[in-house]
C-alpha cells in the first residue's frame, strides 16, 4: 500500500539548513523516527484486535529500509516473516510432504497478510469447496496505524530534523 502524506512541504525548507554532509543521516533519523510512531501504533492496534496468538506478530512489527531499482531509498512498514526473520531466529526441522527434512522457522507470522487484508477459507480435507464461499473478513492494523498516527508522524520528524539542526548550529 502506499500513501501519501501531507505536511511536509515546511520541512523540506528546513531541512536546506543542514550541511551536506548530514542529510543523509539526518533523514534517515526523521524518517526513522516517524516510522517508530507508526510502529507502535500498530502494534497497539494489533494487540487491541486480539491478533496477539504468540506474540511473534506483535515483535516482528518493523520499519525497513530498501533501496528501490532506480536508486532512491524507501521504508516500508510491515511484519517480518519467513526468511527474512534472520540466521538466529528459533528453527526446528519437520519432514515436508515430500518426505524431506526441512529447517522451519518456530513462531513465524506468516499469516499477517491474512489478518491484514483478509483471505478464502479451505476447510479441513484442504479444498476449496465449489459454491462455498468463506471468506475470513480482514482486521487491518497496518494502514489504519498510518491513518491514524499520520499527523504524529510528522510531528516526530519535525521533532528530529529541528534536534539535527541545533546540533548543527553548534547549540
Do not use: C
Amino acid at each position: 500500500m502506499t500513501a501519501r502524506i501531507d505536511g511536509l512541504a515546511p520541512l523540506r525548507q528546513s531541512f536546506g539548513q543542514i550541511r551536506d554532509d548530514m542529510k543523509t543521516r539526518t533523514s534517515r533519523l526523521m524518517v526513522a523516527a516517524a516510522g517508530g510512531v507508526l510502529r507502535k501504533e500498530a502494534r497497539s492496534l494489533a494487540q487491541a484486535q486480539n491478533l496477539r496468538l504468540t506474540g511473534s506478530l506483535l515483535k516482528n512489527i518493523v520499519i525497513k529500509r530498501e533501496k528501490t531499482q532506480d536508486g532512491f531509498t524507501q521504508y516500508n512498514l510491515g511484519v517480518r516473516h519467513g526468511r527474512h526473520m534472520g540466521r538466529n531466529a528459533p528453527r526446528q526441522l519437520v519432514v515436508g510432504k515430500s518426505g524431506r527434512v526441512q529447517s522451519v522457522v518456530m513462531n513465524d507470522p506468516f499469516y499477517w497478510w491474512f489478518l491484514e487484508k483478509g483471505r478464502n477459507v479451505y476447510h479441513g480435507d484442504g479444498k476449496r469447496r465449489r459454491g462455498v464461499r468463506n471468506r475470513v473478513e480482514a482486521t487491518p492494523f497496518i494502514a489504519p496505524a498510518l491513518q491514524n498516527k499520520q499527523a504524529e508522524a510528522v510531528e516526530a520528524m519535525a521533532t528530529r530534523l529541528a534536534a539535527a539542526i541545533r546540533k548543527a548550529n553548534g547549540a
